[in-house]
């Protein structure tokens, strides 16, 4: 018998309202809530959240010698036009380049590390 059961995924960033909005265009949703905590209610009923941190130091990646904390894994149809929307939305690539491969880094604007991955 599981103790607890996951509520929600929390994102430390400095402008909740900002990162919010960012992974509502890349995953769908809308959003609740403004300043310091921002919800993200995604179209299947699961939510991401967001809270404020100020000094928000962005994980190093790839860095074996510091930690990513977590990442996130989105699943897309096409890879090509997933990777247009997030760069055009303020991601950064992170290890990108490899196009055999069926997965892609990234970073959100906040600098979390979040891989775009085929289907």
């Known amino acids: 018998m ?5 509520g929600v995924v929390v994102l430390d960033c ?5 990162l919010a909005g960012f992974y509502a265009e890349v995953l769908g949703g809308s959003t609740e809530g403004d300043g310091d905590w921002v919800d993200l209610k995604l179209p299947d009923g699961r939510s991401l959240a967001f809270q404020a941190a100020p000094g928000l130091t962005p994980p190093a990646w790839p860095a074996p010698e510091h930690s990513q904390q977590f990442h996130l894994d989105l699943t897309v149809d096409d890879l090509d036009a997933a990777e247009r929307g997030v760069l055009a939305l303020g991601a950064k690539p992170l ?6 491969r069926g997965w892609r880094v990234y970073a959100d604007p906040a600098g979390h590390p979040f891989c775009l991955c085929s289907r």
């Open 95 to 100: 290890d990108a380049e490899d196009r055999s």
């Open 14 to 18: 400095p402008d909740p309202r900002a």
């Open 2 to 6: 599981a103790l607890a059961e996951l």
